[in-house]
């Protein structure tokens, strides 16, 4: 019989056992709500981003649509909502929201914009169960509207 090398022993069970250090790591920690945040102005968006976080909630943002639709694959089991700005480029917010849809119907939408919305698009806004912000907004007024996005979405108030 061959006598096994510590450091293959100890390398073995901690390959072995990683998935049970992670389950007991994340299972002190609370779960936070997942946003994604998509605005073309740097500012705006760093802005929103910070005030999510300090609210407890994670954000994942992107610049534009492309990005946008690249981050929503990367992260669609994990979001809860989306706050996303109507005039974003290449194409303008209507690829995204699409994507959004088809990807995850029951996620909380909340769409920005300097401008009032068109018809066209506060009707798409609002058959997909989502809310309009009107630029400029303040921080306490996104944090309102996305607690009660989500109060009126889960019905729980938890998120």
Known sequence: MRKLDSKFVKMALSWLFWPLRLVILLGNEK?????????????????MTQVLEREDYAVVSAPDGDEAISVLGQHVDSLCG?????FIPPRGSGEVLEALHAARPDLGL????GAPLEEGMAQRVESMGGRF???????????ETVRDLFDASAGTGDV
């Open 133 to 143: 912000l009107q630029k400029p907004f303040r921080p306490s007024t996104l944090i």
């Open 31 to 47: 779960m936070k709500p997942t946003l994604l945040v998509v605005d073309d102005e740097p500012q705006l968006l760093r802005l």
């Open 82 to 86: 989306a706050v996303i700005d109507v």
């Open 110 to 113: 909340i769409v920005v914009s």
